[in-house]
């Protein structure tokens, strides 16, 4: 193809598609529901990664979302869902969880998974992996 006689903004448009082709896909799974989502969600991501292994995934966490990544949330010590957030985490899945949740809540930032971060608006974050990251979004 010669691309001398198309314009300069289609060619880096092109060329700059061609270069991430190699890339492994950015998605962004969005939970804001509670534990039954994340139940879903996980199952997702688990089927995702199974079918992409080279799949970058982050999952970010906000209002009823944020549930299942705080200790003590469906048994005494941890949460049910601590081996699955381990596992996924050793394989590369980053979990994000909203500050701003965690204030109006009154949340203790200590009871977040400790394979968590902490991110100042879960929303924003959303909106920035999709805006400057080049993240798909997802909600499951």
């Known amino acids: 193809m010669n691309i001398a006689r ?4 289609l060619v880096l448009v092109l060329l700059s598609g061609a270069a991430l082709a190699g890339d ?3 998605v962004v ?9 994340a139940r879903r969600g996980l199952l997702y991501i688990n089927n995702h990664l199974t079918a992409d292994p080279s799949a ?3 999952v970010v966490a906000h209002a009823a979302g944020i549930d299942f990544l705080l200790k003590g949330t469906g048994t005494g010590k941890g949460s049910a869902f601590d081996a699955v957030i381990g596992d996924f985490s050793l394989n590369g899945v980053e979990f994000r969880v909203c500050n701003i949740t965690l ?3 009154g949340i203790d930032p200590v009871r977040v998974h400790g394979d968590a971060t902490i991110v100042p608006s879960g929303v924003a974050e959303v909106a920035r992996l999709q805006a ?3 993240f798909v979004y997802l909600k499951p």
């Open 24 to 26: 492994p896909v950015k």
């Open 56 to 58: 970058k995934i982050v």
């Open 103 to 105: 204030q109006s809540r």
């Open 6 to 9: 198309f314009p300069r903004s």
């Open 29 to 37: 799974y969005h939970f804001n529901e509670g534990q039954e989502q």
């Open 132 to 134: 400057k990251e080049g």
